[in-house]
């Protein structure tokens, strides 16, 4: 502890606040009396660890995911009225917390028990698939349920805006919770889709005619929900609440004293004696910066009992919030005022609700304060901007007085600092009236709609003279655009007496355009962006007045028609979704579950809680926590390392290096070019050096961040194109050519070159990286894993400890998620992890937290590539040349593989007759990028799109055109020699069409883009073909074990990993309907490499054909064992067959092995067969962008996919819809920021957005090929569990169709230059107009630039 930090700690000794208090809680109804509660403890940790209660997840720690969500009741004494709130449990302070309820997913129903209605909803309506989100968007519904028992679609789009899952794609969630508003029960919830379907070219009666099934689940099954039947507020509490006196509080622990006072002037006197004590109202900035800037606040003080500080009141000038007012409160406080008052007066209040709209999600608003906001003093704050351009007073009070100051250019004095002085508190913020003649406006821009920190956030007031359209004042405030929130005073000024009009415009934007320039280097990047950002929304504004001034009857010029929309507020619209599959035939049994929509065997566990993920394991006996050592350089040599203060802290058992590695310290899932501690020298930030395991997770990893490294820099390959300049790969490079290119180029009447890189993506698997590991006896370790590879873990491990495999057990229950990121770098942890537990014969555990697995892990491969694509007038393709170029990262890993698959799409669906590819592997200093659903497809399939689109773009033609023309047909074969053999994609695209009615929407999208100057639709139709099998031959196969028990009961083990696909239902549906059984006789207890040995890893969409099959394969060999039982005693039953065999000494266990056929594919001879089949899909999007900011909307997105005879239909469809939206992600949203050294900037979900609830297309219709059934694989299904990603492309490609219809507005047209993710700054700048020539970037390689692509 600092000096100051010690001395403001060691005066609280001797004051009055010496003592501690008990802090008194009661959670799931239960009292819960705390001695010594820890100032510095999370609700989160307290939860998870002291109580047991597992139910609540950790996803990020930082408020941005939701998983953590709790409701929090208390009795408010002022309103006499009973408040629940839902709150982020990782960043609720356990101290702030005194007499109040805590509601967890455990207190609301169970299996056991019986569940809650939105338990039981969002299981049934397979609303949870890995099951790691479910419990926070339960509790999330729940504590809107307990305010509103009746809620409507907004309330549940307000809900669910700090809530996020990476599985579903959201749609089953809404609609399993939509059955709670009012809107939802327009059909009496009974038929899932039905008040959803209209306008979707479905005929509802005609399709069930045609065997054609919309019903995934039966909600008249419903139970159904009645508020008065909810979980009392606790009467104890009750009458606590209103017979204890206020009086202040005091935690203590040895580090952090926690106060609470109760009155003003207590406040001011503590401010006053210790000035460093940190005031936190909601901990949102508090929490963070304890978690992840490692301040310790030896003071914490709460005001939430300081009437000043929580009071709302009516003045003469505006409205005075108590600066700890919350978010959520002043939101319903405007609300009624907005109702109440002229709507002259409330233009400011109107502006703020439009920034809360779009603040955070509803567990941050329901705590995070107004004067946190402000104090924060944060650049990008939405408040700030409104309470500026209004002038907003604040009243600031310390011991000696208080004084008033307005909110202006004076205010912030820099980065994150104010004038308030340290003994200061702000106490409260009036809002002011507008008043006649003045207009306000708030604007947001971000990443992503929901939940998202501000790129520019803007807020214009401008005040004319009586009557007139002269400006009498104009303040506009930028935050976004500099360390602190501005105002633009010369533009302000400059403007002040002229006319509302063009001529005022073009002053404004030439003053902003130089006022607000920023340099090209400023943190944040995106520099050219925000500048036009800064124009743009001027103009929004200039024309909303200009609007405004017109209704009023003034003389000002008219806004012409097809501008009106730039002047619209974005309200969600209500998504819907449609869902087709083919229902099982009429005779089908109906104990045979194979092709009916089972929900998820374990779906009801995860909505109760109940489902235990590696780090819900209860802590062994003696158990430590290990913490990563990890280099902060790229490429450097490491010169030494001072672990001494982390080994002198009593707490640490141990710090490990590469030297402590009993085995090989090698280590590489195919190549070992990696190692298991860094020795010598490091080749990436984030690449593991050491370890340190202590007896606490939070001393671990002090003494971690206490180990210093000296290291002396290297050379770093940071880009592709550096690594291309550096000539930086690895070997081999892979080449796949068929035909003869120069002729194809000769015959061809166009060529057309180009270029396209594609950003990587980070899994956001919502559980991250955990390993326990336990020590066992006779040299033995078990370990728990979160992999989707037992068996690689088991080899690694071994190898690192120098023992053999058979000493290694590595179990795995499930999963919260994994994409192919737990496929090969899980090892990174689980070998430390174990080499802790071997070294020291205690069991040793670690969760990465988020920022950490982010940093370590890698991700999907960003691509580049160049191309030369030749084509005759009418568009058909007849030659292309591409090279793509991997960033595969600071080992081989999985890329070549990766490339390779790459490769095997580089056509999609196309008939290319001459054509080459190649595909380089960069060896760069990043973390290495490994497999992600898709592995390779989607990049190399986005590429071919992209030329596709080009040349329909150069021949001025639709894209579906030209894509049509160049279809693969039945009998075609592919670059690499593969017939293609019973090809529905044909059948795909005429379905998929035809359901959007093409012609008709096209016609839609024309007349639109007429009407609209700076909003534009636009459309594209996407196929993908995607290839089923590992391309290591070897992988295909798979192994399982079936017993049987003598009540009959039956133990499944097989060689795939449950992570929230649904394999282990699948695999019960299979031994169900092979052993005539029903499937509650039929137990997945996890995954254990002492079952099945020598598994491939649960991935590249094969696990149900592979593991299927051995599951098939022991079931054959059980069922002829039995058949002589069955024969005997036909009139007999399972049990007694089962019974009869035991008795005569059967075998009633049986191991099945299956291996696909017919594999094996040489790029040397370009012959042997690649793929066992295809799976095939064609999606159709639709967009609409605003051209003057670049945000964009998803209006519908139109799917139909071959999935052969789907086993299950909900899994599947779960499959396609979430596939395609962690494929939106990719495309339109996710963007991994590296600076120029290497260091990873992007680490949470506070940075990098993966899509929230409001990324759903407006109109979502799944469909899946009927009358399609698949030979090559299990009862004629086909694999879905990566095909469908890429789908998504078509809202990437709809994305630049309604770009190029914004270009022709100025004048450009011909293909143009679009990377991916076609992010709102990309789409913005592509949208060329007069706002984006007057903020050019600045010329490359004249600045260091924040961020680099990579
Ligand atoms: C997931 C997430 C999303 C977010 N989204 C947004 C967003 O969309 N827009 C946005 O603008 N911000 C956002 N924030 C930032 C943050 O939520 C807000 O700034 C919030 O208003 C802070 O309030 P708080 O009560 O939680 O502050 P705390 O963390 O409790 O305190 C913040 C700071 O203010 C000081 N302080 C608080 N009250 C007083 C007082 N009365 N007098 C003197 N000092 C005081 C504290 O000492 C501390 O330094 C987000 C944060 C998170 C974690
Ligand atoms: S863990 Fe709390 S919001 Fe993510
Ligand atoms: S089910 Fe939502 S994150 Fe997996």
Avoid at 169 to 196: A, D, H, W
Avoid at 599 to 628: F, I, R, T
Avoid at 728 to 741: A, H, V
């Amino acid at each position: 502890m600092s000096d100051t930090k010690s001395q403001v700690q060691n005066g609280f000794e001797t004051e009055t606040w010496s003592r501690s208090d008990d802090l008194i809680i009661f959670v799931n109804g239960k009292k819960v009396v705390e001695k010594n509660p820890d100032p510095e403890m999370t609700l989160l940790f307290y939860l998870r660890r002291k109580l047991g209660l597992t139910g609540t997840k950790l996803g990020c720690a930082e408020g941005g995911c939701g998983a953590c969500t709790v409701m929090i009741s208390r009795f408010d004494l002022h309103s006499q009225r009973l408040l629940h709130v839902a709150v982020n449990a990782c960043l609720a302070p356990l101290c702030s917390l005194h007499l109040t309820a805590i509601t967890t997913i455990e207190g609301i129903g169970s299996t056991a028990r019986k569940l809650h209605p939105v338990q039981e909803r969002l299981a049934q309506a397979h609303g949870s698939q890995c099951g790691f989100c479910t419990p926070g968007l339960v509790m999330s519904m729940y504590a809107l349920l307990r305010n509103n028992p009746r809620p409507n679609m907004e309330h549940l789009h307000q809900a669910f805006q700090g809530n996020l899952c990476r599985c579903t794609g959201y749609r089953p969630i809404l609609e399993g919770f939509k059955t709670f508003t009012q809107n939802g029960s327009c059909c009496k919830g009974r038929v899932n889709g039905c008040c959803m379907n209209q306008d979707q070219g479905l005929d509802q009666d005609s399709d069930q005619d045609s065997g054609l099934s919309q019903t995934l689940y039966d909600s008249s099954e419903f139970m159904p929900f009645d508020p008065t039947q909810e979980v009392i507020f606790p009467p104890e509490l009750n009458s606590l609440t209103r017979s204890t006196k206020s009086k202040a509080l005091v935690f203590r622990s040895p580090r952090c004293t926690w106060v609470q006072p109760d009155s003003l002037d207590q406040l001011l006197d503590l401010k006053w004696t210790f000035p460093e004590t940190r005031i936190v109202v909601g901990n949102t900035e508090v929490g963070i910066e304890v978690k992840f800037k490692n301040l310790v606040y030896p003071v914490l003080v709460s005001p939430t009992q300081v009437p000043e500080l929580n009071s709302v009141q009516y003045t003469e000038k505006g409205i005075e919030f108590g600066a700890a007012v919350s978010l959520d409160h002043m939101e319903t406080v405007l609300q009624d005022a907005v109702r109440s008052h002229p709507a002259h007066q409330t233009e400011v209040f109107r502006a703020i609700l439009e920034q809360l709209r779009w603040f955070a999600g509803k567990q941050i608003r329901n705590v995070a304060a107004l004067g946190g906001n402000i104090m924060t003093a944060s650049p990008i704050s939405d408040l700030n901007p409104v309470l500026m351009s209004t002038a907003a007073k604040l009243t600031l009070r310390d011991r000696e007085g208080s004084r008033v100051v307005q909110m202006d250019q004076n205010f912030f004095t820099g980065y994150r600092r104010t004038l308030v002085q340290p003994t200061e508190v702000l106490v409260s913020v009036e809002v002011p009236y507008s008043r006649e003649g003045q207009v306000v406006r708030a604007y947001k821009t971000s990443r992503r709609r929901e939940d998202d920190i501000s790129i520019v956030t803007a807020t214009f007031n401008v005040t004319f003279e009586p009557s007139s359209s002269q400006v009498q004042e104009l303040r506009l405030a930028f935050g976004g655009m500099g360390p602190t929130t501005v105002l633009a005073m010369q533009t302000g000024n400059g403007l002040r007496g002229r006319y509302w009009g063009e001529e005022l415009l073009q002053n404004a934007c030439f003053s902003l355009a130089d006022e607000m320039a920023i340099d090209p280097s400023s943190p944040g990047g995106m520099v050219s962006y925000r500048r036009t950002l800064v124009l743009s929304l001027f103009y929004k504004f200039y024309l909303s007045v200009l609007q405004n001034l017109r209704e009023q009857g003034m003389k000002v010029e008219t806004v012409p028609a097809e501008y009106l929309s730039a002047t619209e507020v974005f309200h969600p619209p209500t998504p819907s979704g449609v869902q087709v599959y083919q229902a099982v035939p009429s005779g089908q049994r109906l104990e045979d579950v194979v092709g009916r929509p089972l929900m998820h065997v374990s779906a009801e566990q995860q909505a109760s809680g109940e489902a235990l993920y590696c780090d819900d394991l209860k802590p062994h006996d003696n158990e430590l926590y290990l913490s990563l050592i990890c280099s902060t350089r790229a490429h450097a040599k490491i010169l030494s390392i001072d672990s001494s203060e982390a080994q002198a802290m009593p707490s640490v058992a141990c710090v490990l290096f590469a030297e402590d590695v009993p085995g090989s310290n090698r280590t590489g899932p195919i190549v070992y070019d990696e190692t298991v501690l860094a020795q010598g020298e490091v080749t990436c930030v984030g690449h593991v050096i050491g370890a340190v395991v202590a007896e606490t997770q939070a001393d671990a990893q002090k003494a971690a961040k206490s180990v210093k490294i000296q290291y002396e820099d290297l050379p770093t390959v940071i880009t592709i194109q550096e690594a291309i300049e550096a000539q930086s790969f690895y070997e081999p490079i892979r080449t796949l050519q068929k035909g003869d290119l120069d002729e194809g180029f000769k015959q061809s009447d166009h060529i057309l070159e180009g270029e396209l890189h594609m950003g990587g993506q980070e899994h956001f698997y919502l559980e991250t990286n955990v390993t326990v590991a336990v020590p066992r006896d006779q040299g033995e370790m078990e370990i728990f894993s979160s992999t989707q590879c037992p068996s690689k873990t088991q080899s690694l491990v071994a190898k690192a400890l120098g023992i053999a495999s058979n000493r290694v057990h590595v179990r795995v229950k499930r999963m919260g998620g994994g994409f192919g990121g737990k496929e090969s770098r899980t090892t990174i942890l689980s070998t430390v992890v174990a080499l802790a537990s071997h070294r020291l014969r205690r069991p040793v555990r670690c969760m990465l937290d988020r920022d950490e697995d982010m940093l370590v892990t890698g991700g999907r491969h960003p691509f580049y590539a160049k191309y030369k694509v030749g084509f005759s007038d009418s568009g058909r393709v007849l030659a292309l040349d591409v090279t793509y170029y991997s960033n595969a990262g600071n080992s081989l890993d999985l890329s070549l593989s990766v490339m390779e698959r790459a490769l095997f799409h580089m056509e999609n669906s196309y008939l290319i007759p001459n054509v080459r590819g190649q595909g380089v592997l960069c060896r760069t200093n990043l973390p290495s990028n490994t497999a992600f659903r898709g592995f390779g497809g989607p990049q190399g399939m986005m590429v071919c799109e992209d030329w596709i689109s080009a040349i329909a773009l150069r021949l001025g033609r639709a894209s579906e055109q030209i894509r049509e023309l160049n279809l693969y047909s039945e009998g075609d074969q592919t670059p690499y020699n593969q017939v293609l053999e019973n090809f529905t994609l044909r059948r795909c695209w005429d379905e998929c069409l035809d359901r959007v009615n093409i012609q008709d929407r096209r016609a839609k999208i024309l007349d639109f883009n007429k009407q609209n100057r700076w909003n534009k639709r636009g459309l594209a139709v996407v196929p993908t073909k995607f290839g089923i099998a590992f391309t290591a031959a070897f992988l295909n196969q798979a192994g399982a074990l079936v017993h049987i028990y003598t009540d009959g009961s039956v133990l499944l083990a097989h060689g795939g990993t449950e992570m929230g696909q649904g394999l282990h239902t699948k695999m019960i549906q299979v031994c169900s309907r092979a052993l005539a059984i029903p499937v509650t006789k039929i137990h997945v207890c996890e995954t254990s490499s002492h079952s099945v040995a020598n598994t491939s890893p649960t991935a590249a969409s094969a696990s149900s054909d592979l593991n299927g099959a051995a599951v098939l394969n022991s079931c054959k060999v059980l069922n002829q064992r039995l058949q002589h039982y069955k024969d005997r005693d036909p009139h007999g039953t399972w049990e007694s067959w089962v019974q009869a065999a035991y008795f005569d000494r059967v075998n009633l266990s049986a191991n099945g092995f299956y291996r696909t056929p017919d594999l094996g594919y040489d790029f040397e001879t370009n012959s042997g067969r690649v793929f066992n089949y295809f799976t095939y899909g064609v999606c159709c999007s639709e967009v609409e962008i605003d051209c003057l900011t670049g945000a964009h909307k998803n209006l519908s997105s139109t799917i139909v996919m071959d999935v052969g005879h789907s086993l299950n239909p909900a899994l599947d469809i779960g499959q396609v819809e979430g596939g395609f939206m962690q494929g939106v992600g990719l495309f339109t949203l996710e963007q991994l920021l590296y600076s120029p050294n290497g260091v990873l900037l992007t680490r949470g979900p506070g940075t990098y957005k993966i899509p929230g609830f409001g990324d759903i297309p407006t109109q979502l219709q799944v469909s899946l090929l009927r009358d399609a059934p698949n030979d090559k694989a299990l009862y004629s299904s086909k694999a879905i569990g990566e095909p469908p990603l890429f789908l998504a492309a078509s809202v990437f490609f709809a994305l630049k169709d309604a770009i190029d219809a914004a270009r022709l507005e100025s004048g450009l047209s011909g293909p143009f230059r679009l990377d991916s993710p076609a992010t709102a700054e990309r789409i913005r700048t592509a949208c060329a107009d007069r706002f984006t020539k007057m903020c050019p970037a600045a010329e490359p390689g004249t600045y260091k630039p924040w961020a680099v692509i990579v």
